[in-house]
């Protein structure tokens, strides 16, 4: 099958679209991968993605749908688009503060224009030959928003584990713990410093955070002021998160999902937020605390650092239950399938019209 497949450009890291890309050139697709900005404008036509001629373009997140859905106009394509929810905190859903917009009293990431883009997108979206969005738990945020019953199906999460294996070497343990996340107001690293800035100094571990945003300043700020050792690590390429990550006791991670994963694949445990989402992916994998409560939050976290055989049991059961198909995050050829199926169905549905 020829592809095309349309992803936001991110000149930070290789992120899970592009890995799956790969996957699907393992099993002998054709695939052509264009990088995306946030293209809402008229189309400039490149004669390259025209010539290549797919059988089906793959739109992989939100914002490469605009253009993903004008080449399928332009070469009367058939379009499998994927979405992974309608963000509560950006279209007036939900409060911002349950999604950490607690930091700053200018933070704000919902608008009138955000809200503008989400409809184009929504119906981008509804116009597809198939769609899928990351959880059943999020269906209700496309629901909600436009008050319409949603015809998609899931896609769950993979992995990549090349450059986990790749870097994985015995290094010492530190007494750290660690985040990977972007420095955005979501990932509530912020939560995070003020847990463990409520954790007995004799016994407070040194905080690694692997991640680039506009938050730096802000958390290295609240860091020093709540007398937390943090580090920061940037983009973590080259090997530096899969150090971290080996040489850290555990992770937390408010809301990132791979990070998790990646933490397992090394045996280390991840703390984590309880919600409908988080529980639909990784079940008993990983130490729930109640949802933005940062005192159940900093109690998880002592209770780890004061139990190291808990450390070794929690980080055994993880790599257990998510590598041997006991969560939904799916096998690669269990992923790659689910794709391929997607796909066909898009071109179905297509010569259906």
Avoid at 192 to 211: C, E, F, N, Q, T
Wanted: with cysteine; hydrophobic share 35%; aromatic share 12%.
């Amino acid at each position: 099958m020829k592809i095309l497949c349309f992803t936001p450009y991110n000149p930070d890291l290789k992120t899970p679209e592009t890995s799956n890309t790969f996957l699907l050139a393992k099993r002998g697709h054709k695939i052509m991968l264009v990088h995306t900005k946030n293209e809402f404008d008229d189309l400039k036509i490149d004669e390259k993605i025209v010539n290549f001629n797919p059988d089906v373009i793959f739109s992989m997140m939100e914002y490469s749908l605009p253009i993903a859905t004008a080449y399928a106009n332009l070469m009367k394509k058939p379009i499998y688009a994927h979405i992974e929810c309608i963000p509560p905190w950006r279209t007036g859903l939900e409060n911002g503060k349950d999604y950490g917009l607690d930091t700053l009293e200018n933070e704000r990431d919902c608008n009138q224009d955000i809200t503008k883009v989400y409809n184009i997108i929504l119906d981008m979206f509804q116009r597809t030959n198939f769609r899928t969005i990351s959880e059943e738990s999020w269906r209700y945020s496309f629901e909600k928003y436009n008050g319409k019953k949603l015809d998609a199906e899931v896609k769950y999460y993979t992995y990549d584990l090349e450059p986990l294996k790749n870097y994985e070497f015995k290094h010492p343990q530190k007494y750290q713990i660690y985040t990977i996340a972007r420095l955005v107001p979501t990932k509530r690293i912020h939560h995070i410093i003020k847990a463990l800035g409520m954790i007995d100094k004799s016994i407070r571990p040194k905080y690694a955070v692997i991640g680039y945003g506009p938050m730096k300043n802000y958390l290295k700020f609240l860091a020093e002021k709540k007398d937390v050792d943090i580090e920061f690590y940037g983009n973590g390429k080259y090997g530096i998160k899969e150090k971290v990550i080996q040489e850290s006791m555990f992770g937390v991670e408010i809301f990132s999902g791979i990070p998790i994963i990646e933490g397992a694949y090394y045996k280390k445990p991840s703390v984590i937020y309880k919600t409908p989402q988080t529980e639909e992916v990784f079940s008993d994998s990983v130490v729930y605390c109640n949802n933005n409560d940062i005192n159940d939050l900093k109690e998880k976290i002592e209770m780890l650092l004061k139990d190291r055989k808990k450390i070794e049991e929690l980080g055994e059961k993880a790599n257990y239950l998510i590598f041997n198909n006991k969560t939904n995050i799916l096998d690669n050829e269990t992923y790659v399938k689910n794709i391929e199926r997607y796909l066909n169905k898009a071109i179905e549905n297509f010569n259906k019209k």
